[in-house]
Structures are given as C-alpha cells and as structure tokens.
C-alpha cells in the first residue's frame, strides 16, 4: 500500500487549503485513514480520521475548521481546512490502518503566516 499526500502550501491566516491522499489501491477495506501532523520540534499529533463507514473524528483545536472526507471512487481522502492559523504550520501526514499494519504517507508541508 502507498500513500501519496499532496495539497499542502503556504497561506495567510484565514486562508484555506485542501490536503488529498490516494491510495494505491482500494481505500473501502481499510479499517479507517486520517491526518496526523507534526510542528517543528513537537510530537506528531492526530488531526482527524474517518472510518470505512464514514463516520469522522476531528480533535478539539481543528473542530469548525477542518473536514475530513473520502471518495472511494477515486481512492482518496482529504482534509479541508478553513480559518487556518499560525499555530496550524506543520508536516501533515496521512495513515491508513489495515489490521494489524498502519500505513503512511510521506508528508506535506502546510505553513500559514501571521
């Protein structure tokens, strides 16, 4: 399985972009697929995830702002983010979980300027 994660830029406070994930192959028989990020000298922390039935979990400091979806159709995911701030810059990975194995993405850089 790889991952390829696209999307990520530099924008201004407020600006909005949309990360995308696809997957090599099918995405309907992972378990589920989310973002992680991981700001310059901080732990890699989880952002949001969304389940094969489609049922999304985003974490307290992105909720309002950022949508997590997918398309099986085209073997990707997203991540929306709107309202992005500062704090927001970081590596945002994506994974994929096929029991017992976690698969990940390589990684694209998102900075928002103040």
């Known amino acids: 399985v790889q991952l390829q994660a696209s999307g990520g830029g530099l924008v201004q406070a407020g600006g909005s972009l949309r990360l995308s994930c696809a997957a090599s192959?099918?995405?309907?028989?992972?378990?589920?697929m989310g973002w992680y990020r991981q700001a310059p000298g901080k732990q890699r922390e989880l952002v949001a995830t969304?389940?094969?039935?489609?049922?999304?979990n985003l974490v307290d400091p992105v909720k309002g702002r950022f949508t997590i979806s997918r398309d099986n159709a085209k073997n990707t995911i997203y991540l929306q983010m709107n309202n992005l701030k500062p704090e927001d810059t970081a590596v945002y990975y994506c994974?994929?979980?096929?029991?017992?194995?976690?698969?990940w993405g390589q990684g694209t850089q998102v900075t928002v300027s103040s």
């Open positions: 969304i389940t094969s039935g489609g049922i999304t």
């Open positions: 994974y994929a979980n096929l029991s017992p194995e976690r698969y």
């Open positions: 192959g099918s995405i309907s028989g992972f378990d589920n």
